[in-house]
């Protein structure tokens, strides 16, 4: 017990009656806060103790700094102050049932689940957000104890970082906030609770804070306080209760499984050997076991140097006076690892980057593919800020009053009139320039200056901004960012892009207002490897700008190596006049389709074919779908992202007509590094997706039977046919003096009747030509002719047999391929058509693939593919399930040899589920029974054979 500092505060209330209301208050709050800070174990039970125990060790520790002559010399309201302190800093860590009602709905609650969502994932944040955002909140798919464990870490977490300004409160108003029933009356004057409020939130600030506290005041009576004085005895203090028994065995029972971070400060805690805290010096002896142990405890300990030494600096401003000496010197604070070896007797052995290199990575080859990459990061940085404040301005819900003509609803069409309208007053605007500075221009000739109207950049923002990688969901930005619709929301990630401009440039300047902080700010950042090193330079920008209420202007001066490369990227014979200089656009693969206008010069740029296109909203795929049906040259799927052109990772659509797509989300989850591509196959899915839904509403709103037969080819082609117009549709053969002579096209026209329609060829006598090897039919036999088709349309034909309901057949084999028939009755194969692929495929280590037929049924394991077609070299039977053969080459014999396992395999993944595996095995011999008999009159197989029947 902390007697020396309560016996000084009955000395001095003894001495002067004026301060026994501050006794009286003491004896109070000892008792009240004591029990208060019971509670603090409900949110907290995986923290070190931050009961009264706590609070009593506080003040302890502040008595073996001062000892007791030093603190004969402190007026009674200064150790009141001290008392009150010790106890209540704590106490915001006492959350009611209510409060944690009110932050669940709140926006800063939302935010900071968010930001723990995406930084940490951990299953606590993770089922939070679920909740908030309407779902299950045990859909997580983990123990829904441990769960609810795990939420209430989350949710210490949250109080965690605001109980010092929680505790300020509470100090001020106790009954109130938490229902403290500690007296307020006129007996202590209210600015001195609202002082000890202010020393509460001290401790969870940083040192330089503490100078905004009074250096002298008035306390109660004739009395002098020192608030900053008092202020850091309660942060020393509280630094310094490390002892080994903050942790409470049956609190850690309860809590059940620990955070790591708990982990750490157990094992920072339990390894102190050696504690000394006295007026002359503290030491401290610490032998952690785990690295994590070791690291917290160096970490606390350098907080504990860092502490003393910065009060020591400013000591003069901080001591009552000269009587009260100095504080302890740091001895001897050091901290061992056993079991577990360090680097340079410091450090956790770890993997580390060298800053220089990875820049250089980050800008190099390998991350981006062209520099023309970092111009559209530029770019897509200035529509992303444009969007958000196009959604504070005109979003649904952010505004009162606002009519539904100027309303951009959820549910609108981004390139509906009515938000181009609005999108049209914010436009972005670049300018091209030659340099007119004569210091840079020879080396940066061009100046480019982007100029937008959106949110702005406020001081909360650049750390973000300078952080590789960072996040809007790290940023306040993040709730904005939820509430807005899909198709409108900022791209995802910054850093990465506003590195690759030094790709370009040495240098970036910004000039820009906030929207919400209003703060006017110029930037110059310069290359990271370059000779400043990556220095940013802020500074306030003068009262008057450009700007009717925010936006952001950036310019970069480029490189002339760049320029020149540019200059160079041309096709064979453009604008070539060795004379004259070509005008270069290097904005001319950026500008694709923005929702944004752009003006470069002054004049409107774009794609004016994407422009005049239908474009329909699919707003359940966040994606716009734009269908060209009388374009007779071009056909599958170009895509973008948020306007600007994407690829698909190598990734091609089979589609009849030329399809536009544009994909909106978070970049981080949908494009790779470079952006130049989209990172993963559920993308394709959900373009696919988008696509037969725009087709099905083109479908319902069209009467023309062009347009008609091309939009059910479309979806016949993305597997979700609607009707049978596609039937209508034909191949048309080029002209004798075409690039593409034998192959065909699908075009709109039925009228040309140069080759038969879809329907005509089911029903005639055309055959698929499957070449051993490939991936799959590439050819359609016709009359005698193999027949080709650009961009796989092949398979589009191949989708109507099977809609159709036709099942495929082996009809002839040659030595280089198959051909395949269709038909309803037809057996997969016949024992010659079997005969002569079995001798097609004695290949050593092969193992061939076949079409099962109704005997052979049980057989039926897996469904083919095109590496399989590719691999074994099988032949592709529309609407046929598939088995293996049981036979192998080994050793230049054909063998069973591994038939057992071939029987457990497929048992393992047959297609009927009632299949027994006696029934596989009885099938597999029945097979080799037939192949034998097949082939008693076959020398090249008797030849080979190495197995028994």
Sequence with gaps: MSTQLIERLKQACEADPSLQPLTAQWAFDQQLIGKALQNVAVQ?????????????????????????????????????????????????MVVSQQQKQQDWSSEEFRNFVQQESARNGDAGSDAILAALQGGNLFQIGTNPALLITKIGYTLAEFYRRKHPKRASEIARTPKDTIGLDSPRNELIPSRLFALLGDICAMHGRDQASVLELPHVAAGLGRDTIHPRYIACMLRLGDLLDLDDNRFCPIMLSVAGELPPKTHAHIDKHRGVRHLRIDPRRIEVHSVCTTYEGYIESENWFEYLRSEVAWQMAHWADIVPNERLGLLPTIGRVITELTGYELIDNRSRPNFDFSRDRVFELLQGAGVYESERDALRELVQNAVDATLILAWLKYGEGERDGLAPEETIYRYDNPYGTKVQTLLGRLPIRIDVLQNDDAATAKTHPVTVRITDSGIGIGREDLATMTRVGASYRETWKRGVYERMPTW?????????????????????????????????????????????????YIKKAPGTHTYSESGTRVQLNLKKNFIDSFQA???????????IPREVDYFSEVLSHLPVP?????????????????????????????????????????????????GLFGERLELPCRVYVD??????????????????????????????????????????????????????????PTTDEYLEVRWLEPSDTSNYARRYRYVKNADDATFPTIGELLKGDAKLYHAFGDYAPQYLQVKGRH???????????????????YRGYIDTVTRKGVTIGWDNTSEAWDTDALRKLLLESIIPGLRLALPVTKAFAPLASFKWTPWVGELSRSPFCPNR??????????????TTSKLDELVVWTFVHRENPVVTIEEIRRCYHDFI?????????????????GYNV
């Design 44 to 92: 907290f039970p995986h923290y070190s103790r931050h009961d009264e125990s706590h609070s009593v060790q506080i003040l302890t520790n502040i008595e073996r700094v001062l000892g007791s002559e030093r603190i004969e010399q402190l007026s009674g309201t200064d150790v009141w102050l001290m008392l009150e302190a010790a106890y209540l800093h704590d106490v915001g």
């Design 488 to 536: 409108m929301r900022p791209s995802g990630a910054f850093g990465i892009g506003l590195q690759s401009l030094f790709l370009v440039t040495d240098e970036i300047s910004f000039q820009s207002r906030s929207l919400i902080s209003r703060d006017s700010l110029q930037l110059r950042m310069t290359n990271p490897v370059g000779d400043e090193r990556g220095s940013i």
């Design 787 to 805: 027949i080709s088709s650009v961009d796989n349309s092949l398979s589009i034909f191949i989708k109507a047999i099977i809609h159709q309901g």
């Design 569 to 579: 990227r041309r096709s064979p014979f453009e604008h070539f006049d060795p004379i």
């Design 929 to 945: 029974l037939l192949v034998d008999q097949a082939m008693r009159d076959e020398p090249s197989w008797a030849n080979v054979i």
């Design 663 to 720: 994909v909106f989300g978070d970049a981080e989850e949908l494009l790779a590094v470079n952006r130049r591509s989209f990172r993963n196959t559920k993308v394709l899915e959900r373009v696919q997706t988008a696509i037969a839904a725009a087709a099905a509403q083109a479908l319902g709103q069209t009467s023309r039977d062009d347009h008609r037969t091309l939009l059910s080819t479309l979806l016949l082609a993305l597997e979700k």
């Design 881 to 894: 399930k598939y088995m293996y053969s049981p036979f192998i080459v080994e050793h230049g014999k054909v």
């Design 598 to 646: 752009v003006l470069i010069n002054g004049e409107i740029r774009g794609d004016s074919k994407l422009t005049s296109l239908q474009w329909h909203y699919i707003d359940e795929h966040s994606a716009a779908v734009a269908l060209d049906l009388d374009e007779d040259s071009r056909s599958g799927a170009r895509l973008f992202f948020k306007g600007q052109e994407v």
